[in-house]
């Protein structure tokens, strides 16, 4: 399987590809998050997570709680389809969808195994009197048994990334050098899925430490910005 990226709505790609294909998934799908109550967070992204102007809006954010659990266990459960037996589970979420993000990960029949942590660094959102929202968190698992023998390094549990403006070519994207280091969870020479790309940042990262990839991204203009990473 050649590397890949699809335009598309992941619950319409996922059930084309073959199954037990993929060594991990890694994605960062979208947190329906922000603000404190639920019309709050029914906002557009750019309402909710930044006011700058300088990235497109993205679908998929505005769900409430009960649908975007539904949501999140129909995508995973077919991603659990396309998956090898042992393979690594790696999803981002915030503090408010931890707790659902998690129960996401089991309903769909992933064995939970843990939760890391996206050090932000203090320069983000500082308030007097509040604790810094400097942390972004991995819910990870697995399909199954994760033998302790598998061909990948010890990760950190905790890893310390500034986002930098250079770096970031989506609302809600992740640093390069923060994802560089979370595909090493798979095997040497395995097959990455992401089904929400974004801006590509994760296929990128794949890349550059030796994996393959397949990405879905269903905004048209984040799909081009990947896209353009990618084979630029």
């Avoid at 308030?127 to 033998?147: C, D, H, I, T």
Wanted: glycine share 10%; net charge positive.
């Amino acid at each position: 399987m050649k590397n890949e990226l699809i335009h598309g709505d992941a619950l319409t790609v996922l059930p084309t590809l073959p199954a037990g294909s993929f060594d991990a998934l890694i994605t960062d799908p979208p947190y329906a998050s922000g603000g404190v109550h639920a019309a709050s967070r029914q906002q557009a992204p750019s309402a909710k997570y930044i006011r700058s102007g300088l990235h497109d809006d993205f679908v998929g954010d505005e769900r409430d709680q009960r649908s975007h659990l539904a949501w999140m266990r129909l995508w995973l459960a077919e991603c659990s389809r396309v998956l090898k037996d042992g393979a690594p589970v790696l999803l981002f979420t915030d503090w408010r969808q931890l707790p659902l993000t998690t129960d996401a990960l089991q309903c769909a029949g992933f064995t939970w195994r843990g939760v890391a942590v996206w050090d932000k660094t203090e320069g983000v959102r500082p308030q007097l009197g509040r604790f810094r929202n400097q942390a972004e968190y991995v819910v990870w698992g697995s399909k199954g048994a994760m033998p302790l023998g598998r061909r990948a390094p010890v990760l950190p549990g905790v890893i310390r990334e500034a986002v930098r403006k250079a770096d970031k070519h989506h609302m809600t994207g992740k640093p390069t050098d923060l994802m560089r280091k979370l595909v090493q969870i798979c095997e040497e020479g395995g097959r990455i899925l992401d089904p929400f790309a974004g801006s590509g940042t994760t296929l990128l990262a794949a890349d550059m430490e030796g994996y393959s990839w397949t990405g879905v991204e269903v905004t048209k203009h984040y799909h081009d910005i990947a896209r353009s990473r990618l084979i630029g």
